[in-house]
């Protein structure tokens, strides 16, 4: 029997994908629709009334990516919290706490899952939405629409790790995803210029965390962007930095997972 | 050394006292039964040798390597069947094997999970998802992910719990060949004729401690005497010390020889207590465990 190293990680990736894989359906095509919905809804009553960029950049164009990037953001915590929470009231979480798996490992392979999750269904959003525009294509900078779009998964999904292993019940996961996700990634100048706002919720929306990665990502689709992307960028990684020691503080202390 | 060596281990939930101080080896090749009520704090010995639970005091190792400090080494050595009938809905049998010998670190298992799943019955349903699967094929897809690293020291609380006859049988056969080849087995059951079948040492538990721990041979004979089943309506005062357990108009007692037998049918004649049914039986496990569990200052053979 041949033991080699790193096996461990990969193999509860490999379950992580093939978890989301399987039910494809609800994990991949539902959020790539519930997307296209808002992006017809939005762009159709907005698109005469809001001006971004002072105009630069139609309105529809400008939705698509902070559509696309609330995917990537909303899909990676959905997906690491409700493996973790599932598995943790069926008891199956037994199944990965008996193995020699380290922190780092568990980890990594819950966070690194979460992101192919939101990165899958954010290039599916993009697919669909590309038609209404067409022009996004012509990205000035991809790199950095690529690194906001890593950072932002990862840092999601590494709450709705915590989230998951936090909550007891379902509806407690639920309350933190309606409660606090749902409205940052909502208040976080998806569908607006935050330049649009009164000063104070300009003011208040530079505290959000996913304001940073929304503008940083939309800063790789039109080189504009409403505060600088090397400051969101900044921002995006001592948050990731932080939380990532948190998580893998509490994953070491075993919190909540050996009682 | 020991297979598996718990030191004064002691763990609290809340007020409630789980362990109190518990001290035990379990040598390497052995096959032993670890047997107490619901709530003797069984599982929560189990858990902390799995690292499930911290034990707030004294320390656990798998041969050799602690449970904490040294916890990779000491889980790789490790096979335990968990006592929940737990499952993972979005895999095949085949595919949960296979991710549990990767989690280990496993790289080319298949043959051996080819294996166990022919000696554990399932080659037919390999491919079928854990949902459709009846509870004792469940049941035997958790040992077969205990054992898919091939783990020297193999834990066991409560497998047959839910298991029809036959395939209890096939599955101890299994066990049973596994300690032949030389692995360590913990057995935890409620089926004390599966402990007096299949155990060669075997410790009892009472709230938290344990209370005897002997060779099953020196249990028994210890314990040595009369077991009397009697029917009747009461018992003369004096023996209702000498019950061990009682169900409706059937008293089950433990007599230390035939001359109490005299007595006691003496008593009952003397006070004109009619007798419906009377047997008597050799003492086995079920006896020895009920008269421990039934003597509070009891502390057999520990040291």
């Known amino acids: 029997m041949r033991v080699a190293l790193g096996t461990g990680w990969k193999t509860l990736l490999h379950k992580e994908l093939l978890r989301f894989w399987k039910v494809s359906f609800q994990t991949i095509a539902a959020p790539v629709l519930t997307s296209l919905l808002y992006l017809l809804i939005f762009s159709h009553v907005l698109a005469a009334h809001v001006a971004v960029f002072d105009g630069k950049v139609a309105y529809t164009a400008f939705l698509v990516p902070g559509l696309v990037m609330m995917s990537v953001l909303q899909n990676a915590f959905a997906n690491s919290s409700s493996s973790v929470i599932q598995s943790k009231i069926t008891g199956s979480l037994i199944f990965v706490l008996l193995p020699p798996l380290s922190p780092f490992e568990f980890f990594a392979a819950y966070v690194v899952g979460a992101m192919v999750r939101g990165l899958v269904v954010g290039f599916g959003v993009f697919a669909v939405t590309l038609w209404f525009a067409p022009s996004l294509l012509d990205m000035p900078h991809p790199l950095w629409a690529l690194a906001f779009a890593l950072a932002g998964s990862g840092i999601l999904g590494t709450l709705g790790l915590i989230a998951g292993i936090a909550a007891d019940k379902f509806d407690q996961l639920a309350a933190f995803q309606n409660f606090i996700i749902v409205p940052l990634t909502f208040l976080s100048g998806v569908f607006y210029s935050i330049h649009s706002l009164p000063p104070f919720w300009q003011a208040a929306s530079h505290l959000n965390p996913f304001f940073y990665m929304i503008d940083g990502f939309r800063y790789g689709f039109f080189g504009l962007s409403d505060t600088s992307p090397w400051l969101s960028l900044a921002i995006v990684c001592a948050f990731a930095i932080a939380l990532t020691a948190l998580t893998l503080a509490l994953l070491a202390r075993g919190w909540k997972l050996r009682t | 050394m020991p297979a598996v060596s718990f030191k004064d281990v002691?763990?609290?939930?809340?007020?409630?006292?789980?362990?109190?101080?518990?001290?035990?080896?379990?040598?390497?090749?052995?096959?032993?039964?670890?047997?107490?009520?619901?709530?003797?704090?069984?599982?929560?010995?189990?858990?902390?040798?799995?690292?499930?639970?911290?034990?707030?005091?004294?320390?656990?190792?798998?041969?050799?390597?602690?449970?904490?400090?040294?916890?990779?080494?000491?889980?790789?050595?490790?096979?335990?069947?968990?006592?929940?009938?737990?499952?993972?809905?979005?895999?095949?049998?085949?595919?949960?094997?296979?991710?549990?010998?990767?989690?280990?670190?496993?790289?080319?298992?298949?043959?051996?999970?080819?294996?166990?799943?022919?000696?554990?019955?399932?080659?037919?349903?390999?491919?079928?998802?854990?949902?459709?699967?009846?509870?004792?094929?469940?049941?035997?897809?958790?040992?077969?992910?205990?054992?898919?690293?091939?783990?020297?020291?193999?834990?066991?609380?409560?497998?047959?719990?839910?298991?029809?006859?036959?395939?209890?049988?096939?599955?101890?056969?299994?066990?049973?060949?596994?300690?032949?080849?030389?692995?360590?087995?913990?057995?935890?059951?409620?089926?004390?004729?599966?402990?007096?079948?299949?155990?060669?040492?075997?410790?009892?538990?009472?709230?938290?401690?344990?209370?005897?721990?002997?060779?099953?041979?020196?249990?028994?004979?210890?314990?040595?005497?009369?077991?009397?089943?009697?029917?009747?309506?009461?018992?003369?005062?004096?023996?209702?010390?000498?019950?061990?357990?009682?169900?409706?108009?059937?008293?089950?007692?433990?007599?230390?020889?035939?001359?109490?037998?005299?007595?006691?049918?003496?008593?009952?004649?003397?006070?004109?207590?009619?007798?419906?049914?009377?047997?008597?039986?050799?003492?086995?496990?079920?006896?020895?465990?009920?008269?421990?569990?039934?003597d509070d200052r009891a502390a057999f053979g520990i040291a």
Not at chain 2, 220 to 240: E, M
């Open chain 2, 10 to 294: 002691a763990r609290r939930y809340g007020d409630v006292v789980a362990l109190s101080g518990v001290d035990l080896d379990v040598q390497a090749g052995e096959f032993f039964g670890l047997l107490g009520p619901n709530g003797a704090g069984k599982t929560t010995l189990i858990s902390i040798l799995a690292g499930l639970v911290r034990a707030h005091r004294g320390t656990v190792s798998v041969m050799g390597h602690d449970v904490v400090s040294d916890y990779r080494k000491a889980r790789r050595l490790l096979g335990v069947v968990p006592q929940e009938l737990v499952f993972d809905p979005f895999f095949t049998v085949r595919e949960t094997l296979r991710f549990q010998a990767g989690y280990f670190g496993i790289v080319d298992a298949d043959d051996w999970i080819d294996e166990i799943l022919a000696h554990l019955d399932l080659t037919s349903k390999a491919d079928a998802n854990m949902r459709t699967l009846s509870g004792g094929m469940k049941r035997r897809v958790l040992v077969g992910q205990a054992l898919v690293h091939r783990p020297p020291v193999i834990v066991l609380d409560e497998p047959t719990a839910g298991v029809d006859v036959e395939l209890r049988q096939s599955l101890w056969a299994f066990i049973r060949r596994l300690n032949r080849e030389g692995h360590t087995v913990m057995l935890t059951t409620h089926y004390l004729e599966e402990a007096e079948a299949l155990c060669g040492r075997i410790a009892m538990m009472k709230s938290g401690r344990i209370v005897a721990l002997d060779t099953k041979q020196n249990l028994l004979s210890r314990f040595a005497g009369l077991t009397v089943r009697l029917s009747a309506q009461r018992l003369p005062q004096r023996w209702y010390e000498r019950v061990l357990r009682q169900e409706e108009g059937l008293f089950v007692l433990g007599l230390p020889s035939h001359a109490d037998l005299e007595a006691l049918l003496a008593d009952l004649r003397g006070e004109a207590i009619a007798i419906e049914d009377l047997s008597l039986a050799e003492t086995d496990l079920e006896q020895v465990f009920l008269r421990i569990m039934h």
